[in-house]
Protein backbone atom coordinates (compact mmCIF):
# COMPACT_ATOMS: atom_id res chain seq x y z
CA UNK A 1 0.00 0.00 0.00
CA UNK A 2 1.37 3.33 -0.90
CA UNK A 3 0.19 6.74 0.82
CA UNK A 4 -0.55 9.77 -0.36
CA UNK A 5 -1.35 12.99 1.97
CA UNK A 6 -3.86 15.17 0.46
CA UNK A 7 -5.43 17.98 2.07
CA UNK A 8 -4.04 17.00 5.33
CA UNK A 9 -5.73 13.62 4.94
CA UNK A 10 -3.32 10.54 4.72
CA UNK A 11 -4.79 8.28 1.68
CA UNK A 12 -3.73 4.44 0.76
CA UNK A 13 -4.25 2.95 -2.73
CA UNK A 14 -2.92 -0.12 -4.14
CA UNK A 15 0.03 1.02 -6.65
CA UNK A 16 -0.40 -2.47 -8.95
CA UNK A 17 -3.65 -1.59 -9.47
CA UNK A 18 -2.73 0.93 -12.23
CA UNK A 19 -1.70 -1.46 -14.57
CA UNK A 20 -4.10 -3.47 -13.70
CA UNK A 21 -7.09 -1.42 -14.04
CA UNK A 22 -6.53 1.80 -14.56
CA UNK A 23 -10.38 3.06 -14.55
CA UNK A 24 -10.75 1.33 -11.24
CA UNK A 25 -9.82 4.19 -8.37
CA UNK A 26 -9.63 2.34 -4.93
CA UNK A 27 -8.68 4.60 -1.69
CA UNK A 28 -8.51 3.84 2.04
CA UNK A 29 -8.49 6.80 4.63
CA UNK A 30 -6.18 6.19 7.61
CA UNK A 31 -6.64 8.04 10.77
CA UNK A 32 -4.88 11.85 10.08
CA UNK A 33 -6.49 14.82 8.96
CA UNK A 34 -9.96 14.64 10.48
CA UNK A 35 -11.75 17.02 13.15
CA UNK A 36 -12.89 14.46 15.60
CA UNK A 37 -11.42 14.15 19.25
CA UNK A 38 -9.90 11.63 21.46
CA UNK A 39 -10.77 8.51 21.13
CA UNK A 40 -12.18 9.12 17.84
CA UNK A 41 -8.79 11.25 16.58
CA UNK A 42 -9.51 11.88 13.80
CA UNK A 43 -10.85 11.04 10.90
CA UNK A 44 -13.72 8.73 11.93
CA UNK A 45 -15.91 8.07 9.51
CA UNK A 46 -18.25 5.62 11.42
CA UNK A 47 -21.33 6.84 12.91
CA UNK A 48 -23.28 5.70 16.63
CA UNK A 49 -20.05 4.80 17.40
CA UNK A 50 -20.00 7.81 20.70
CA UNK A 51 -18.52 10.61 18.35
CA UNK A 52 -20.31 14.19 17.28
CA UNK A 53 -22.47 13.91 14.10
CA UNK A 54 -21.16 17.65 13.27
CA UNK A 55 -17.16 16.11 13.30
CA UNK A 56 -18.44 12.58 11.40
CA UNK A 57 -20.14 14.65 8.98
CA UNK A 58 -16.73 16.94 8.38
CA UNK A 59 -14.75 13.61 8.28
CA UNK A 60 -16.63 12.57 5.41
CA UNK A 61 -16.72 15.38 3.85
CA UNK A 62 -13.33 16.06 3.84
CA UNK A 63 -12.59 12.69 2.37
CA UNK A 64 -15.30 12.88 -0.70
CA UNK A 65 -13.66 16.39 -1.69
CA UNK A 66 -10.13 14.81 -1.09
CA UNK A 67 -11.38 11.71 -3.52
CA UNK A 68 -13.42 13.77 -5.88
CA UNK A 69 -16.87 12.00 -5.27
CA UNK A 70 -20.38 14.05 -4.93
CA UNK A 71 -21.75 12.58 -1.70
CA UNK A 72 -25.34 11.89 -3.81
CA UNK A 73 -23.29 9.05 -5.59
CA UNK A 74 -22.03 7.09 -1.98
CA UNK A 75 -23.50 3.85 -1.45
CA UNK A 76 -22.87 2.64 1.77
CA UNK A 77 -23.77 -0.68 3.75
CA UNK A 78 -25.50 -1.24 6.83
CA UNK A 79 -22.89 -4.08 7.89
CA UNK A 80 -24.75 -6.56 10.21
CA UNK A 81 -21.81 -9.12 10.21
CA UNK A 82 -23.99 -10.74 7.84
CA UNK A 83 -23.09 -12.35 3.96
CA UNK A 84 -26.23 -10.31 2.11
CA UNK A 85 -24.71 -8.47 -0.84
CA UNK A 86 -27.08 -5.94 -2.95
CA UNK A 87 -26.97 -5.22 -6.44
CA UNK A 88 -27.12 -1.25 -6.00
CA UNK A 89 -27.14 1.54 -8.67
CA UNK A 90 -27.20 4.44 -6.72
CA UNK A 91 -25.90 6.25 -3.61
CA UNK A 92 -27.83 5.83 -0.41
CA UNK A 93 -27.71 3.54 2.77
CA UNK A 94 -28.07 -0.14 2.43
CA UNK A 95 -29.61 -1.63 5.23
CA UNK A 96 -29.16 -5.18 5.91
CA UNK A 97 -26.23 -5.97 3.47
CA UNK A 98 -22.28 -6.08 3.98
CA UNK A 99 -21.50 -5.75 0.94
CA UNK A 100 -22.79 -4.45 -2.80
CA UNK A 101 -21.94 -4.85 -6.61
CA UNK A 102 -22.23 -2.26 -9.00
CA UNK A 103 -21.62 -2.08 -13.06
CA UNK A 104 -22.46 1.90 -12.72
CA UNK A 105 -19.85 3.89 -13.47
CA UNK A 106 -18.94 6.84 -10.63
CA UNK A 107 -21.00 4.90 -8.50
CA UNK A 108 -18.70 5.11 -5.27
CA UNK A 109 -18.81 1.89 -2.95
CA UNK A 110 -17.42 2.59 1.00
CA UNK A 111 -17.14 -0.36 2.90
CA UNK A 112 -16.49 0.82 6.59
CA UNK A 113 -13.68 -0.96 9.37
CA UNK A 114 -11.77 -1.08 12.25
CA UNK A 115 -10.30 -4.62 12.15
CA UNK A 116 -12.80 -6.29 9.90
CA UNK A 117 -11.28 -6.60 6.41
CA UNK A 118 -12.55 -4.73 3.35
CA UNK A 119 -12.39 -6.35 0.19
CA UNK A 120 -13.17 -4.92 -3.37
CA UNK A 121 -13.47 -7.56 -6.20
CA UNK A 122 -13.75 -5.93 -9.80
CA UNK A 123 -13.42 -7.56 -13.25
CA UNK A 124 -12.26 -5.31 -16.07
CA UNK A 125 -13.77 -6.62 -18.70
CA UNK A 126 -17.52 -6.61 -17.57
CA UNK A 127 -16.64 -3.21 -15.74
CA UNK A 128 -18.00 -5.05 -12.74
CA UNK A 129 -17.27 -4.02 -9.07
CA UNK A 130 -18.18 -5.65 -5.67
CA UNK A 131 -16.95 -3.99 -2.02
CA UNK A 132 -17.24 -5.99 1.04
CA UNK A 133 -17.17 -6.29 4.34
CA UNK A 134 -15.31 -9.23 5.43
CA UNK A 135 -15.52 -9.67 9.69
CA UNK A 136 -15.35 -12.46 11.70
CA UNK A 137 -19.22 -13.89 11.33
CA UNK A 138 -19.00 -12.66 7.27
CA UNK A 139 -15.96 -14.67 6.60
CA UNK A 140 -17.36 -17.97 8.28
CA UNK A 141 -21.05 -17.14 5.68
CA UNK A 142 -19.20 -17.53 3.61
CA UNK A 143 -19.42 -13.77 2.29
CA UNK A 144 -16.22 -13.68 0.08
CA UNK A 145 -17.25 -16.52 -1.89
CA UNK A 146 -20.67 -15.46 -2.28
CA UNK A 147 -19.60 -12.07 -3.78
CA UNK A 148 -17.71 -13.42 -6.32
CA UNK A 149 -20.53 -16.02 -7.98
CA UNK A 150 -22.62 -13.16 -7.57
CA UNK A 151 -20.25 -11.50 -9.29
CA UNK A 152 -20.47 -14.48 -12.51
CA UNK A 153 -24.25 -14.95 -12.29
CA UNK A 154 -25.63 -11.26 -12.17
CA UNK A 155 -22.73 -9.92 -14.45
CA UNK A 156 -21.29 -12.66 -16.56
CA UNK A 157 -17.60 -11.95 -14.90
CA UNK A 158 -14.93 -15.17 -15.55
CA UNK A 159 -13.70 -15.57 -12.28
CA UNK A 160 -9.80 -16.25 -13.40
CA UNK A 161 -9.69 -12.40 -14.85
CA UNK A 162 -11.24 -10.65 -11.55
CA UNK A 163 -8.98 -8.79 -9.04
CA UNK A 164 -9.12 -8.49 -5.38
CA UNK A 165 -7.66 -6.32 -3.15
CA UNK A 166 -8.14 -6.49 0.84
CA UNK A 167 -7.60 -3.61 2.79
CA UNK A 168 -5.95 -2.79 6.54
CA UNK A 169 -7.67 -5.52 9.00
CA UNK A 170 -6.57 -7.10 12.17
CA UNK A 171 -3.30 -9.61 11.75
CA UNK A 172 -3.44 -13.37 12.96
CA UNK A 173 -0.99 -12.60 15.64
CA UNK A 174 -3.37 -9.62 17.40
CA UNK A 175 -6.63 -11.59 16.81
CA UNK A 176 -7.03 -14.09 19.27
CA UNK A 177 -10.52 -16.05 19.60
CA UNK A 178 -12.14 -18.38 21.79
CA UNK A 179 -11.36 -22.64 21.11
CA UNK A 180 -14.75 -22.90 19.70
CA UNK A 181 -14.68 -19.85 17.42
CA UNK A 182 -11.38 -20.62 15.89
CA UNK A 183 -13.05 -24.66 15.11
CA UNK A 184 -15.49 -23.76 12.77
CA UNK A 185 -12.48 -22.48 10.77
CA UNK A 186 -10.07 -24.68 8.48
CA UNK A 187 -6.89 -25.60 10.05
CA UNK A 188 -5.08 -23.99 8.06
CA UNK A 189 -6.40 -20.39 9.26
CA UNK A 190 -5.95 -21.28 12.62
CA UNK A 191 -3.41 -21.62 15.21
CA UNK A 192 -2.41 -22.06 18.87
CA UNK A 193 -0.02 -19.50 19.93
CA UNK A 194 1.10 -18.03 23.27
CA UNK A 195 -1.86 -19.85 25.00
CA UNK A 196 -4.19 -18.48 22.88
CA UNK A 197 -6.23 -19.90 19.32
CA UNK A 198 -5.49 -17.01 16.54
CA UNK A 199 -7.33 -16.81 13.28
CA UNK A 200 -5.98 -15.42 10.10
CA UNK A 201 -9.29 -13.45 8.05
CA UNK A 202 -6.89 -12.43 5.62
CA UNK A 203 -5.86 -15.89 4.50
CA UNK A 204 -9.50 -16.96 4.77
CA UNK A 205 -10.36 -14.38 2.64
CA UNK A 206 -7.56 -15.67 0.27
CA UNK A 207 -8.65 -18.99 0.31
CA UNK A 208 -11.89 -18.24 -0.26
CA UNK A 209 -11.26 -16.39 -3.97
CA UNK A 210 -9.23 -18.87 -4.48
CA UNK A 211 -11.53 -22.13 -4.10
CA UNK A 212 -13.84 -19.82 -6.31
CA UNK A 213 -11.27 -19.40 -9.40
CA UNK A 214 -9.41 -15.99 -8.43
CA UNK A 215 -5.49 -16.08 -9.46
CA UNK A 216 -3.48 -16.00 -6.73
CA UNK A 217 -1.28 -13.24 -8.57
CA UNK A 218 -4.70 -10.83 -9.20
CA UNK A 219 -5.47 -10.81 -5.42
CA UNK A 220 -3.37 -8.08 -3.89
CA UNK A 221 -3.05 -7.16 0.05
CA UNK A 222 -2.27 -3.93 1.88
CA UNK A 223 -0.55 -5.94 4.42
CA UNK A 224 -1.26 -3.86 7.49
CA UNK A 225 -2.54 -4.88 10.57
CA UNK A 226 -5.16 -2.46 11.70
CA UNK A 227 -4.17 -2.95 15.51
CA UNK A 228 -0.51 -3.06 14.80
CA UNK A 229 -0.43 0.39 13.76
CA UNK A 230 -2.16 2.85 15.59
CA UNK A 231 -0.88 6.46 14.06
CA UNK A 232 -2.51 4.48 10.90
CA UNK A 233 -5.82 3.37 11.85
CA UNK A 234 -8.75 2.36 14.73
CA UNK A 235 -9.03 -1.19 15.94
CA UNK A 236 -12.04 -2.22 17.46
CA UNK A 237 -10.06 -4.96 19.47
CA UNK A 238 -6.85 -3.19 20.49
CA UNK A 239 -9.37 -0.12 21.41
CA UNK A 240 -11.26 -2.07 23.50
CA UNK A 241 -14.69 -1.04 21.29
CA UNK A 242 -14.65 2.42 21.91
CA UNK A 243 -12.90 3.81 18.26
CA UNK A 244 -13.54 4.99 15.11
CA UNK A 245 -13.93 3.82 11.53
CA UNK A 246 -12.27 3.91 8.28
CA UNK A 247 -13.61 3.83 5.28
CA UNK A 248 -11.98 2.25 1.95
CA UNK A 249 -13.89 3.62 -1.34
CA UNK A 250 -13.88 2.01 -4.73
CA UNK A 251 -15.48 3.37 -7.41
CA UNK A 252 -15.17 2.73 -11.31
CA UNK A 253 -14.17 6.17 -12.84
CA UNK A 254 -16.48 7.21 -16.13
CA UNK A 255 -14.24 7.24 -19.42
CA UNK A 256 -12.98 10.27 -20.11
CA UNK A 257 -12.86 11.40 -16.49
CA UNK A 258 -10.39 14.00 -15.11
CA UNK A 259 -7.26 11.97 -13.83
CA UNK A 260 -7.09 12.04 -9.95
CA UNK A 261 -5.13 15.47 -8.01
CA UNK A 262 -2.12 12.93 -7.43
CA UNK A 263 -1.75 11.23 -10.32
ZN1 LIG B 1 -1.40 -7.07 14.26
Not at 53 to 63: A, G
Not at 70 to 83: D, E, F, M, V, W
Request: proline residues 6%.
Amino acid sequence: MEWIAVDGLRIGRFPALGAMAAELSLHVAARPGGASGPPFESLNLGGSLGDRVSNIRENRRRLLAALGIPARRLARAGQIHGAEIAIVSRGGLYRGVDGFATRVEGLALAISTADCYPLVIYSPPERALAALHVGRMGARRGIAGRAVKMLRDRFGVEPAYAIAAIGPGICASCYTVERNEAMRFPRAVRRFAGGAWHLDLEAHVVRSLLDQGLERNRILSAGLCTACNPDLFFSHRRDGGVTGRHWTVAVIRPPGSPPERWR
